[in-house]
């Protein structure tokens, strides 16, 4: 199942974008929907997991590299999961994709990488942050 992500787009560095994940013919509360990334050149890596419900489990993470200033959160009313990323710095930029697990455990983080099929990946969404 492809989720879209949306909302990228330029900005300068410590300024902020709001991302947002959505899907239509399930309820995105159900699942773990991890938030991964792309640079350029480089593999890509995950970024936050909310988990499940209110995502209140424990689980929910995220990386070293955002902590402190990216957080993800849930608007169930909207069907729709956003990371919140604040004081962008030039190495976020990438494409920014969410995801639910394709195999295994769909309600827990994380989501490894590996357990989510490639037809699975959405187009993502570009986030470029410039000095």
């Known amino acids: 199942v492809q989720l879209q992500a949306s909302g990228g787009g330029s900005v300068q560095a410590g300024r902020a974008l709001r991302l947002s994940c959505a899907a239509s013919g399930f309820r995105l509360d159900y699942y773990a929907i991890g938030w991964f990334r792309q640079a350029p050149g480089k593999e890509r890596e995950a970024v936050s997991c909310?988990?499940?419900?209110?995502?209140?489990?424990?689980?929910?993470y995220h990386a070293d590299s955002v902590k402190g200033r990216f957080t993800a959160s849930r608007d169930n009313a909207k069907n729709t999961v956003y990371l919140q990323m604040n004081s962008l710095k030039p190495e976020d930029t990438a494409v920014y994709y969410c995801?639910?697990?394709?195999?295994?455990?769909?309600?827990?983080?994380?989501?490894?990488?590996?357990?989510?099929?490639?037809?699975?990946w959405g187009q993502g969404t570009l986030v470029t942050v410039s000095s």
């Open positions: 995801a639910i697990a394709s195999y295994g455990n769909k309600w827990y983080c994380p989501i490894a990488i590996d357990l989510i099929d490639p037809a699975d």
């Open positions: 909310l988990s499940s419900g209110d995502g209140s489990d424990g689980s929910s």
